[in-house]
């Protein structure tokens, strides 16, 4: 990369960052309570694409882990413990049930390992529901405090809004560390072949179990910001189809980089509120818009950049070459 475009990316960076904390601003309740879903949506988001897009282990349980995090935060929260406290206990309880949940990995792989997975989702939400002396089934837990940040209250969307989007850059940075150090190299070489990551001396068996449990450690913070945010859950947003609901979020913003499941999150919530001016035909519009990025660009957004990327990488050197071999031929 050169450094112009280098610059251009710290300068694209900076001016999204701004937008994301000026122009919310003007935005009333509801426009705060979609941007901070969206913001809560990445990290569960980006957990499952380390666990898929980096290290190719599909799960159909993240929105599990997603109301295992919820539901730790509207237990603890609700009988005055505060929300670092039920975070803590979110990810050492996500991180463990992770760490197991990536067993079956070891051993099945592709459909077979959504299966085990979706039999996970499956068993989550029947606790969930029928647990009433935990959960109060479906009835579900209301008056969910939200926190005090350094002596800030956060009751009002606004405040809120700040203190899920300073999460997810607190997460998004973690991420990046990951994904670039030793650990994020071995998760995609376990991707990309297995086998020849286990010749080259990875431990494959040790880094598919953490890519398990740090994927679903995501997940339940998530929750935990997912709970606070609309002060009441019950078992309903936790089924099947929030695991879908993320998994395509990966898929549609770029499986396997890093960026994916921002653009993912937008398009999953942000697209739906946008197209309402069509009435009851929005739902119909989204499904027909993802389907047509899919079979134009199965890579997702981020494929279809990174494709004439490397298609302009790949003109620019042709051309180098092309002068380079005149320049020989007409020398003397």
Not at 11 to 39: D, E, H, K, T
Not at 250 to 258: A, H, Y
Request: glycine content about 10%.
């Amino acid at each position: 990369m050169t450094a112009t475009g280098k610059y251009l990316r710290i300068v694209l960076g900076i001016a999204v960052i701004a937008a994301l904390i000026v122009v919310p601003m003007n935005f009333n309740r509801y426009g705060l309570y979609i941007l901070s879903q969206w913001a809560v949506m990445t990290i569960a988001a980006m957990g499952l694409n380390l666990t898929l897009g980096y290290a190719g282990q599909i799960s159909l349980a993240q929105g599990a882990f997603v109301g295992i995090g919820a539901y730790a935060a509207a237990i603890m929260t609700t009988q005055g413990m505060p929300l670092i406290a039920a975070l803590a206990v979110a990810i050492v309880l996500c991180f463990a049930i992770g760490w197991i949940l990536g067993y079956p990995a070891l051993r099945v792989q592709h459909h077979y390992l959504a299966f085990v997975t979706l039999a996970f989702s499956t068993l989550a939400f029947l606790v969930f529901r029928n647990e009433d002396w935990l959960t109060k089934g479906i009835y579900g837990i209301s008056n969910i405090p939200r926190p005090n940040v350094m002596g800030f209250a956060t009751n009002r969307p606004l405040p809120f809004y700040y203190f899920c989007l300073g999460s997810l850059g607190i997460v998004s940075l973690a991420m990046w560390w990951l994904i670039r150090s030793p650990w994020g190299r071995a998760f995609v070489a376990l991707r990309e072949n297995p086998v020849r990551a286990l010749s080259l001396g990875i431990d494959t068996r040790r880094y598919t179990l953490m890519a398990f449990a740090i994927g679903s450690a995501l997940g339940g913070v998530a929750g935990t910001l997912y709970a606070p945010l609309t002060q009441y859950i019950d078992p309903v947003p936790f089924n099947l189809s929030l695991s879908l609901d993320l998994l395509m979020m990966v898929i549609v913003g770029g499986s396997g980089f890093f960026f994916g499941p921002f653009l993912g999150a937008m398009i999953a919530v942000l697209l739906p509120e946008w197209l309402r001016f069509t009435q009851g035909y929005y739902l119909m519009l989204y499904a027909v818009a993802v389907m047509l990025l899919l079979i134009y660009s199965p890579t997702g957004i981020l494929g279809i950049l990174d494709r004439y990327l490397a298609e302009r990488r790949t003109k620019v050197a042709s051309a180098l070459r092309a002068v380079a071999k005149s320049r020989l031929e007409t020398a003397p």
